[in-house]
């Protein structure tokens, strides 16, 4: 048995996240789930205790015992409900079929729990919707959100920058046409 050696913490030790942290975290573990439902996978567990955050700043998605394969005709059938209460999708809960959209509802748990979600309210609603038709039906359509958000909030950024930029120079110019009298 061999095992990655990991420097960090998970999120929950971590505990709650800037906005802009909030995101990165989200676009890396949206990632994880697209390759882990990309191999015909649902985690079934998505919660702070299961992703850490390495001092690299790159997030790992761990454990997962509980994970089953999606079934061809009406995602993975469970025996019994599995998972943690507080994470779980409405249709892991009532011992129903999942497919990736139950992770999808789970992370929309974890996002909400961890940091300002002021911002991300629309993209995190969605995500939480007790119906999974009116979630986002991927990982990756949920990270293509996350990651306009991101260059939004980036713009808007620059665009603070940039007035402040031309504040200073127009107050320089100023003072050295006063000077220079």
Same mark, same amino acid.
């Given at each position: 048995?061999?095992?990655?050696?990991?420097?960090?913490?998970?999120?929950?030790?971590?505990?709650?996240?800037?906005?802009?942290?909030?995101?990165?975290?989200?676009?890396?573990?949206?990632?994880?789930?697209?390759?882990?439902?990309?191999?015909?996978?649902?985690?079934?567990?998505?919660?702070?205790?299961?992703?850490?955050?390495?001092?690299?700043?790159?997030?790992?998605?761990?454990?997962?015992?509980?994970?089953?394969?999606?079934?061809?005709?009406?995602?993975?059938?469970?025996?019994?409900?599995?998972?943690?209460?507080?994470?779980? +999708?409405?249709?892991?809960? *009532?011992?129903?079929?999942?497919? $990736? !959209?139950?992770?999808?509802? &789970?992370?929309?748990? #974890?996002?909400?729990?961890?940091?300002?979600?002021?911002?991300?309210?629309?993209?995190?609603?969605?995500?939480?919707?007790?119906?999974?038709?009116?979630?986002?039906? +991927?990982?990756?359509?949920? *990270?293509?959100?996350?990651?306009? $958000? !991101?260059?939004?909030?980036? &713009?808007?950024?620059? #665009?603070?920058?940039?007035?402040?930029?031309?504040?200073?120079?127009?107050?320089?110019?100023?003072?050295?046409?006063?000077?220079?009298?």
């Amino acid at each position: 048995l061999a095992m990655e050696f990991l420097e960090g913490d998970t999120l929950r030790a971590r505990g709650t996240l800037s906005e802009s942290e909030l995101i990165d975290v989200a676009v890396q573990v949206t990632k994880a789930l697209e390759a882990a439902h990309g191999a015909g996978m649902v985690h079934r567990d998505i919660k702070p205790d299961n992703l850490f955050l390495t001092k690299q700043g790159v997030v790992k998605l761990m454990d997962f015992g509980l994970a089953k394969p999606v079934e061809e005709e009406g995602g993975t059938q469970q025996s019994s409900v599995t998972g943690t209460s507080g994470y779980m +999708s409405p249709e892991q809960a *009532r011992g129903e079929a999942l497919d $990736a !959209r139950s992770d999808i509802y &789970s992370l929309g748990k #974890v996002l909400e729990e961890l940091g300002p979600t002021k911002k991300l309210a629309a993209i995190i609603g969605k995500a939480l919707a007790d119906d999974p038709v009116k979630r986002w039906p +991927s990982a990756g359509e949920l *990270r293509e959100a996350l990651e306009a $958000a !991101r260059r939004k909030r980036s &713009s808007h950024a620059a #665009v603070w920058v940039g007035g402040a930029v031309a504040i200073l120079a127009i107050g320089a110019a100023a003072w050295w046409l006063r000077t220079a009298n």
